[in-house]
Every structure is written in C-alpha cells, then in structure tokens.
C-alpha cells in the first residue's frame, strides 16, 4: 500500500492551523451543532486525556465531570465541525493517556498546573 | 475506460462537510495499444494497456505488439468494446489519462475480489448455520440438508444443479456500480471513489464511466 500517495488524498483535508494544545490540559471546543436550520456554537470545555491516530483519523479525547457523571468526548481532530480549540490551563502528566482519571473523582481528577510556553491563564 | 491499480482507502470530508470512506485509485496514464476495426477483427474496440513489465519479463510477440503503438509491453491489458459501428476516436499509441473523467460524477469499477480459499457455506453464502447447542453436535456450520427424495421425483433424490454448497470463494472479477466519483487528481493521476472496490490494495481494476447513472 502506498501511503504516500493516501496521505496526498487527505492532505486537502487536513487543517493546517490547528492550536497547540498537550495531554492534560484543560481545552474549550468550539464545536459547531446544527439544530434544524439554525447554527450556532458549542464549547466543551475539559480535560484532555488522549490524543491518537495519524492524518485524517487523528482524534482527541476530552473529559469532564457532568452532573457528578463522567462524559468524554471524542473529537475528529481535522473536522470542519470543530471550529476552535482553546487551552485554558495546563496540567502536568507523566504519561500519554490519562485513562487513570476515571478511576478519580472530586478532587483528585485535577491536575497540577504547568506553567509551559502555550498555557493561556485566564 | 481508464486502467489501474488501487492504492487504499482513507477519508475525506466533502463539500457539506460530512466524513466520507474513499478509495484511492492510481489509474493511467494508459497507452492505446491496439484500435480494433470490424474490417480488420470483426468489431470495433480499443485496447488499453497500463503498468510497463520490467525488462526480464518481456517477451518477443509482446514487445512486438507494443512496438506498434510505440510503447513497452504492458502489465495490463484490458479491451474497450465500442457499441455498434462507432469509430474509435483515439489512435494507435495515444495516451489516455485520468482527465477523461473530469465531467464524470459516477463510476463503475471492476477487479478481482481477494481470495478466500475454500470457504464454508456460513461465509460464501451466509447461511444461518445450526444451533450452538440444544443436543447440536458436530454441525454447528453445516449448510443442512441438500436434497430430499421430492426434489427429483421419480430418479431418486438428486441434488439439484448450483445447489448452494462450501467450496471456492473470492479471487472472482467483480463490477462494483455506480460509484461517485469524488475528486480526481491530475498531477499524481488519482481518482478518489466512494465508497469500495474489489481487490487488494495495488490490485489491478478496471474504471469505466457509469452505465446506469451516465453524467
């Protein structure tokens, strides 16, 4: 299989400014919905807690607390629908995949606050 | 008519914005190799070829009849068959390339299916099988009875012709229809297809306007 001519095909498709964001930062999507006619936007804010994929099919996973009930959201990276993401906080990690913090509640989902280079503090 | 070699498949989003599985297909530049005329062969057809053979596989008659349209001998050779009387527009050596399907919306394709080896009636003609268990033993995945006495009154039961049994499946040519083709790609001779087509990945296929949606 020639993946280099695949990725041709999907590089027409792929956002080019997409904003840095890392794996345990709290992150607002601005997700466009659709209801009937009307359009308007949508912002998920949450923990990111796993980034996969490559090309086309990256995705991004965010979590947060609703209601005392744990949601997470996956988000086609490159999706049109996704109209911006915002790193509001960053939150230390020593691993890639935060999946341990659904385990966590209160508390404890928090992350320690990273002052990197991209962090917007609000 | 275009010849060629299927890439893989991806996604791409289109125009209203919605995710769509895609194969790749790297299809031309194809060389007419021959023009086929009722005068000369009893019909009227072109034939393309795609995919030069390397050296070592070339033989004298092929390298003889690409000569004629001054080209090498081809790994792929497929006929277009032109309906009635109509004259081929294209000439001897022309070159065919994936702009012939610039104003075209859907496609056919035709490869070969990948093969499956000798496979169960479950599988070749998805038959429900037999109970896991209540007293089921050792036929979990028989295609059941074949024939009874009644199927062939008066010779004795005999099972009747393309019964529907295990055996060979896939490696098969298949015609996948009306396709919409996506987008095309001219510089790197790509056309981007919905949906699948038969084959492996760098399989051989056949791309041809469609016959029942001809836009």
Redesign the interface.
């Known amino acids: 299989?020639?993946?280099a001519?695949?990725d041709?095909?999907?590089s027409?498709?792929l956002k080019k400014d997409i904003p840095h964001f890392e794996i345990g930062d709290i992150v607002d999507v601005h997700c466009r919905i659709k209801e009937g006619e009307k359009e308007r936007i949508g912002i998920f804010s949450g923990t990111v807690i796993a980034r996969k994929g490559r090309?086309?099919?990256s995705t991004f996973t965010v979590r947060r607390i609703v209601a005392g009930e744990g949601v997470e959201r996956i988000f086609?990276l490159?999706?049109?629908?996704i109209t911006d993401i915002k790193a509001t906080r960053s939150g230390k990690t020593r691993r890639a995949k935060l999946y341990y913090l659904r385990e966590r509640t209160g508390k404890s989902t928090k992350l320690v606050q990273e002052h990197s280079e991209h962090t917007v503090v609000s | 008519m275009l010849l060629g070699k299927k890439v893989g498949m991806t996604q791409v989003y289109d125009e209203k914005e919605r995710l769509l599985p895609v194969t790749v297909i790297q299809a031309g530049p194809c060389v007419v190799m021959q023009v086929k005329t009722v005068e000369t062969d009893g019909y009227n057809a072109v034939q393309l070829g795609y995919d030069d053979k390397k050296a070592s596989r070339r033989t004298k008659p092929a390298i003889g009849h690409a000569e004629k349209a001054k080209t090498l001998p081809k790994k792929y050779i497929r006929e277009m068959r032109l309906a009635g009387d109509a004259k081929a527009e294209l000439n001897q050596g022309d070159s065919v390339t994936v702009s012939i399907f610039a104003e075209t919306k859907f496609v056919d394709v035709i490869g070969t299916s990948k093969g499956k080896g000798f496979a169960g009636p479950m599988k070749r003609y998805h038959f429900g099988g037999m109970p896991g268990s209540h007293g089921t033993e050792r036929k979990h995945r028989s295609p059941g009875s074949q024939a009874g006495y009644g199927t062939d009154r008066g010779h004795g039961g005999d099972i009747k012709k393309g019964k529907k049994m295990g055996g060979h499946m896939g490696a098969k040519r298949i015609t996948v229809k009306t396709h919409r083709l996506v987008s095309i790609d001219q510089e790197n001779n790509l056309l981007v297809i919905k949906g699948s087509v038969p084959g492996p990945a760098g399989g051989y296929v056949v791309v041809r306007t469609s016959q029942k949606n001809k836009v």
């Open positions: 299989m020639n993946t001519l695949l041709k095909v999907e027409k498709c090309g086309i099919n086609p490159h999706s049109p629908n």
